[in-house]
T-cell receptor
Framework: NAGVTQTPKFQVLKTGQSMTLQCAQDMNHNSMYWYRQDPGMGLRLIYY???????DKGEVPNGYNVSRLNKREFSLRLESAAPSQTSVYFCASRAQSRVPGELFFGEGSRLTVL | AQSVTQLGSHVSVSEGALVLLRCNYSSSVPPYLFWYVQYPNQGLQLLLKYTSAATLVKGINGFEAEFKKSETSFHLTKPSAHMSDAAEYFCAVSSPGGSGGGADGLTFGKGTHLIIQP
């Protein structure tokens, strides 16, 4: 079982460049999420998708866009990267049968913006 | 608004000693409570969860936590620390429809880094 797979695992960008973080889950989960983790800040929700075809903003959506391509895939796009977006990004998913908040996480994508 | 406070950004214990990681929460509705663990360079993994059944919850790797409504606490304990327990631990609260992030209303604490001394 692969679970939640994120690509790339590491990326270095220059300010103003764009990129897309990919996430795929093979557990047939309905809900998917993108979080960012910064030292001393815990995890903060960027965007989530409660089901295929729907997306909603989380706590820190500015500077990001998302696409729920199908039930398996949920991508996060940075249109014009800024140094403040240097962070570790985690994708997560949840099954309908699990309680709200019980998430499965990917291993993370470490992004540095110079 | 709901929130989670983890006391101590770093906790150091000796191998074999008791582990106690503190978590206090606030929520306007009955919460679900979670502890997640993050090993170095990995994603978060669910350690245990409270969902309004038994107040003492057992998780993986010998960890347990007790929900105390009167104290709004959900502290994590393990009787005897092992070197492999060194990791970052996150407490989180979920209250669907509440003021937390997203449809799950999930809010994370800022994390406690557990250091095990040999």
């Amino acid at each position: 079982n692969a679970g939640v797979t994120q690509t790339p695992k590491f990326q270095v960008l220059k300010t103003g460049q764009s990129m897309t973080l990919q996430c795929a889950q093979d557990m047939n989960h309905n809900s998917m999420y993108w979080y960012r983790q910064d030292p001393g800040m815990g995890l903060r929700l960027i965007y989530y998708s409660a089901s295929e075809g729907t997306t909603d903003k989380g706590e820190v959506p500015n500077g990001y866009n998302v696409s729920r391509l199908n039930k398996r895939e949920f991508s996060l796009r940075l249109e014009s990267a800024a140094p403040s977006q240097t962070s570790v990004y985690f994708c997560a998913s949840r099954a309908q049968s699990r309680v709200p908040g019980e998430l499965f996480f990917g291993e993370g994508s470490r992004l540095t913006v110079l | 608004a709901q929130s989670v406070t983890q006391l101590g950004s770093h906790v150091s214990v000796s191998e074999g000693a008791l582990v106690l990681l503190r978590c206090n929460y606030s929520s306007s509705v009955p919460p679900y409570l979670f502890w997640y663990v993050q090993y170095p360079n990995q994603g978060l993994q669910l350690l245990l969860k409270y969902t309004s059944a038994a107040t003492l919850v057992k998780g993986i790797n010998g960890f347990e936590a007790e929900f105390k409504k009167s104290e709004t606490s959900f502290h994590l304990t393990k009787p005897s620390a092992h070197m492999s327990d060194a990791a970052e631990y996150f407490c989180a609260v979920s209250s669907p429809g509440g003021s937390g992030g997203g449809a799950d209303g999930l809010t994370f604490g800022k994390g406690t880094h557990l250091i095990i001394q040999p």
